[in-house]
């Protein structure tokens, strides 16, 4: 079980340096869910399912949603070509 | 009973693998999603079917997620692809000419 | 919780699978790309959380995989309407 | 969404099939046939279908008849079968090293009248091979093609994919 970790670490940190480096708003959005779906399946690896299932709701739902709708509202959702 | 479970969840992550392959060598993003949605579907039903061989007694939640992933997957990548095309990507002319592009 | 021969070979799969998905979020060229991606690895996490509670033996974490799967689609379509931008 | 689809009035068999369908996403959900969960279960089925049933027309466009689980259990089982030959279609392609893909879009009609009855037929296209639906607009879809046999009848082979399915979603859909 112990590589299965590691392989989960690799993606979450993976996707949150691409977060920080990515320069589309909606792009960065996307791999923001990745890191908290991560971390919800490392939450199950260590036995916590309610964690695990707060992490998923907050997480991977209403942040993502919410971020989405602010992005629409702020008019900041443009992809550069 | 637990045998063809395996061989079901073998067959499941086979198609997931095969799909994440194609999304990585297909060319542009309508192949991709096309390459990502059937597979991930089909291999994650396969793996659910597959588990309720090893639990008989889980059957109705697995089937509530399976009917889940079934309805609403297809759903979440016509809503990619729309986006995609409004966005103004079009699909990369490798050969043959594009029909009904208005 | 120890895994038969046909077990660990799913498991290898499924890990491919996730790490080449990771790998198209990461190179994606566009953004629909990187949001193909996510919505893909979305998928393979449910079915992963499933063999996760299979292994563990425990159905409580069937629920995780339940919500996981609800609440990343209403996340993959917010993602797609905003992206489509308000051209109405 | 906009609803600008012509949805038909809401019935008493409307509220019935989805007070019906409440109450087994219910059962399958708790997982038990306790007569405290089935007591729990119903009251919460019946004051949503009250409060919101009027709202919930996504599934108006059923046609009740004796005969429509049979159509249904029917259309599941084409539709598994077509999932699996797009799978393995699919994973030949994806597997040989010259990837033989032809892109094409294609626009194609329905008759299906329903919002449940579009949704299903898109979601079917979606999943058979080599499709995949982008857009629905009134009775116009909009179709990827992963490979577009070049020199075919480009309608013709259209209506080939679509027909056999919209044939059995109309039995028992709108």
Redesign the interface.
């Known amino acids: 079980m112990d590589w299965l970790t590691l392989m989960i670490v690799v993606v979450v940190l993976s996707s949150a340096i691409a977060v920080l480096l990515l320069k589309d708003f909606l792009a960065a959005l996307a791999a923001f869910s990745v890191v908290s779906l991560g971390m919800s399946v490392l939450f199950v690896i260590v036995r916590a399912p309610d964690v695990a299932m707060t992490e998923a709701a907050i997480g991977a739902g209403l942040s993502s949603l919410l971020f989405a709708l602010a992005l629409r509202r702020l008019g900041l959702w443009r992809t550069r070509k | 009973m637990s045998i063809i479970g395996d061989i079901l969840l073998v067959i499941g992550c086979a198609f997931i693998a095969l799909g994440s392959l194609g999304l990585v060598r297909m060319p542009d993003v309508y192949n991709r999603l096309q390459a990502g949605t059937k597979a991930a579907t089909l291999g994650t039903i396969a793996v659910l079917l597959g588990i309720g061989f090893h639990h008989p007694d889980w059957w109705a939640k697995l089937l509530v997620i399976a009917g889940f992933v079934l309805f609403t997957n297809p759903v979440g990548s016509s809503t990619i692809a729309r986006a995609a095309y409004k966005v103004g990507i079009r699909p990369r002319p490798l050969a043959g000419k594009y029909e009904a592009d208005s | 919780m120890t895994l038969s021969v046909l077990q660990m070979i799913a498991l290898a799969l499924l890990v491919l699978g996730i790490g080449l998905s990771c790998l198209r979020l990461l190179l994606g060229p566009t953004t629909p790309d990187r949001v193909v991606a996510a919505d893909t690895l979305a998928v393979i996490t449910t079915a992963g959380l499933a063999g996760l509670a299979s292994v563990f033996d425990n159905p409580i974490y069937l629920d995780v995989a339940l919500v996981y799967g609800t609440l990343a689609f209403a996340g993959t379509v917010a993602i797609a309407r905003a992206l489509e931008g308000d051209s109405k | 969404m906009e609803d600008s689809l012509d949805t038909p009035p809401v019935s008493l068999s409307h509220h019935v099939f989805v007070f019906g369908i409440l109450l087994l996403?219910w059962?399958?959900?708790t997982?038990s046939l306790d007569v405290q969960e089935l007591v729990a279960g119903t009251v919460v089925s019946l004051a949503v279908t009250l409060l919101f049933g009027s709202r919930f027309t996504i599934l108006t466009g059923f046609r009740f008849s004796w005969l429509a689980p049979i159509y249904v259990l029917t259309y599941l089982g084409n539709f598994f079968i077509a999932?699996?030959r797009?799978?393995l279609d699919?994973?030949g392609?994806?597997?040989s090293p010259s990837?033989p893909?032809?892109?094409?879009?294609?626009?194609i009609r329905t008759s299906l009248k329903s919002p449940l009855g579009r949704?299903l037929l898109?979601?079917t296209i979606?999943?058979t091979p080599?499709?995949?639906?982008?857009?629905?607009e009134d009775d116009r879809l909009?179709v990827?093609w992963?490979y577009?046999p070049?020199g075919t009848d480009?309608q013709q082979a259209t209506e080939q994919i679509s027909a056999s399915f919209e044939r059995r979603l109309s039995r028992f859909l709108i």
């Open positions: 996403l059962v399958l959900l997982g999932l699996l797009a799978n699919l994973a392609r994806v597997l990837l893909i032809n892109p094409a879009l294609v626009e949704l898109a979601n979606t999943l080599g499709t995949l639906t982008i857009d629905v909009l990827h992963v577009y070049p480009l």
